[in-house]
């Protein structure tokens, strides 16, 4: 977890990108395969080669993934990444 979600969602206009694309970037929106309907992804959170894997395999087999459209994902831009950072908003040393 890079921002805590209120930030990332609220406070951040973001932009899309193709899923390959968005590796090492903050997803702005909550990210849910459906079956099992337990969110992947949350806004704040640092999307990860593993993450990026496991949403290419759930959308192989067909499942429904709420939050990717068209294979786009919703991402932080750089420069609001920047900007939470430099204003001390960012969290650190958070591992799951």
């Known amino acids: 977890m890079k921002f805590r979600p209120r930030y990332a969602f609220f406070y951040c206009s973001g932009e899309k990108l193709m899923l390959r694309e968005a590796k090492n970037r903050i997803s702005t929106a909550m990210i849910v395969p459906y079956p ?3 969110p992947l992804l ?3 959170q640092l999307i990860t080669e ?6 290419e ?3 192989d087999y ?3 993934i709420h ?3 068209n294979g786009e994902i ?3 831009k750089k420069s609001e990444e920047e900007e939470l950072t430099r204003r001390g908003i960012d969290i650190k040393d958070v591992q799951f």
């Open 67 to 69: 939050g990717l459209n």
């Open 50 to 55: 593993e993450i990026i894997e496991i949403l």
């Open 42 to 44: 949350v806004p704040g």
């Open 74 to 76: 919703s991402v932080m």
């Open 36 to 38: 099992p309907g337990i």
């Open 62 to 64: 067909g499942v429904e």
């Open 57 to 59: 395999f759930y959308r």
